[in-house]
């Protein structure tokens, strides 16, 4: 029997390690650190959330929440929520189940009027910041340590944005002093970070204020503060939910699901063009092709756009139903995938023209996206759940190795890819993490010689950089790893490939 492809699933108490050669490895958690794999990942920083940290977490509480309710009139209730958060809080409140006093023909009014908003793409303010962004990524933030990651293009740094508001960047384990920490007044709910191309010291911060650009000095002599070098805002553009530098680094492009229009950025100097559209609401993902020819926008709503960057002209695309939840580029930047919020499946979006996504301008037909791959829940014999809906989309920067995390499900599904006369996939690895852990973060390295690197933030606070070999490296390490870990775990490793059992 196999589960979204996959002939075997992770054994239950064991934490994925790596995979090399088409052989995954697995430990117990007190044997992960493996000395098969030390020479490739050595000099990765450790990054693990301190209990200090943890506790902040009590930051994020309503303050309405540490009073006690009192019973109140139901024209008291409408009138104070329209004073403190506007008209939307009241019908929120006349609408709401838990408002029993409200007679039934107010409330079924209330849930009309406030369809009608969704579908013109307003929001209520109360859902601003870091609730908001977090219901769009599907974070429990009473689980989530780790708000976003992001990998310096060039070089092993990693910037890792803390539920605390500050964000630090991580270098080399080999110099544990450098490692400066960001963080400023304004900076507040850090939802995505971007490195700037071609840079390699200024970091994009994208908050519930705006964007803060930071410059980053690299070497031992550095301070253990970065320097804020400027904040890019825009009067209701905020919070922001997505940053993405152009594959030059010369422009940023910016989007907030409050906010319908589209910013890009010249950060030199400060000045922004706004790209204004109607219909769908503010805007919640932003992706730009590595090649720079198109950006990828996607509404809170139906809709999603894909600009052509020339002129800046956009070809509209809904989904069935929901929204897109994760989309990501192929290396060649003709290639989508994305998945939606309300189907278990991946789709793709080809893009065959290199001069315009316009079809009808060179006379080619009208294309739609095609479903590539079904990821319905399967029950596991261990009573788990594989698969569902997707939470988060990492395609490496070779297009070799397509990771998908799920919303309800704690084991991250890894997948090969190849772009050639169409998009080919087959099942690579299942990765498990601690007992109870849940994935919160995914993305790969850059600059991995060695294959692909995922690195993910799971809920207990800790980041893992799980390494998949290509098979050059992987004839080197694999067979005298194994042994080594065999002799020294006394039969606690075990592996297993795509189409074979388990060694142990």
Not at 155 to 170: N, Q
Not at 259 to 287: F, I, K, N, Q
Not at 438 to 463: D, M
Request: aromatic share 12%; with cysteine.
């Amino acid at each position: 029997m196999t589960y979204l492809g996959f002939s075997e699933i992770p054994p239950e108490g064991y934490i994925s390690l790596y995979e090399a050669g088409g052989k995954t490895q697995y430990s117990l958690p007190e044997n992960a650190q493996y000395d098969g794999i030390a020479k490739f990942v050595s000099c990765y920083p450790h990054v693990n959330v301190t209990h200090e940290l943890m506790r902040a977490a009590a930051r994020y509480e309503e303050s309405s929440d540490v009073f006690i309710p009192s019973h109140t009139t139901l024209l008291k209730k409408l009138v104070h929520g329209w004073y403190e958060q506007g008209f939307l809080e009241a019908l929120h409140i006349a609408a709401s189940p838990a408002t029993v006093d409200a007679p039934q023909w107010l409330q079924t009014a209330a849930r009309w009027a406030l369809s009608f908003t969704r579908l013109l793409g307003i929001h209520r303010q109360r859902e601003s910041g870091t609730r908001l962004v977090a219901s769009l990524t599907q974070k429990d933030l009473d689980k989530c340590c780790i708000n976003a990651m992001a990998w310096h293009p060039y070089t092993v740094r990693l910037a890792v944005a803390f539920w605390d508001d500050t964000v630090r960047v991580f270098g080399e384990s080999s110099n544990r002093q450098n490692r400066p920490v960001l963080k400023c007044k304004g900076q507040h709910f850090v939802s995505c970070l971007a490195w700037r191309p071609l840079s390699g010291q200024e970091l994009a911060v994208g908050c519930e204020s705006g964007i803060f650009l930071w410059y980053v000095e690299s070497g031992t002599a550095s301070s253990s503060y970065g320097r804020c070098v400027r904040q890019l805002a825009r009067r209701g553009h905020s919070p922001v939910s997505a940053l993405e530098w152009s594959p030059a680094g010369d422009l940023l492009l910016s989007v907030s699901p409050l906010d319908t229009g589209v910013y890009v950025w010249d950060p030199d100097t400060e000045r922004s063009t706004c790209l204004r559209h109607v219909a769908g609401g503010g805007s919640c993902l932003a992706a730009w092709s590595p090649n720079g020819q198109r950006v990828f926008t996607s509404t809170m709503g139906l809709v999603f756009r894909v600009w052509e960057t020339k002129r800046w002209k956009f070809e509209r695309w809904t989904v069935q139903s929901g929204r897109v939840q994760s989309a990501c580029w192929g290396a060649d930047g003709h290639l989508l995938l994305f998945a939606t919020t309300e189907e278990p499946c991946l789709y793709s979006l080809a893009f065959f023209n290199n001069q315009t996504v316009f079809r009808e301008e060179v006379g080619l037909p009208a294309v739609t996206a095609q479903r590539v791959l079904d990821l319905t829940a399967t029950e596991l014999p261990t009573g788990e759940r594989l698969g569902g809906l997707v939470s988060s989309l990492a395609w490496d920067h070779t297009s070799r190795y397509l990771a998908i995390m799920f919303k309800s499900c704690n084991i991250i599904a890894v997948y090969r890819t190849r772009v050639d006369h169409g998009l080919h996939i087959l099942p690579c690895c299942l990765i498990r993490g601690r007992a109870g852990e849940t994935p919160s973060n995914i993305c790969f390295q850059p600059n991995f010689k060695e294959g692909a690197l995922l690195t993910i933030a799971w809920s207990g606070g800790y980041v893992q950089y799980f390494p998949i070999m290509t098979r050059d490296f992987a004839s080197d390490v694999y067979p005298r790893a194994l042994s080594e870990s065999l002799a020294s775990s006394r039969g606690h490793v075990s592996s297993w490939s795509a189409g074979g059992s388990f060694i142990s």
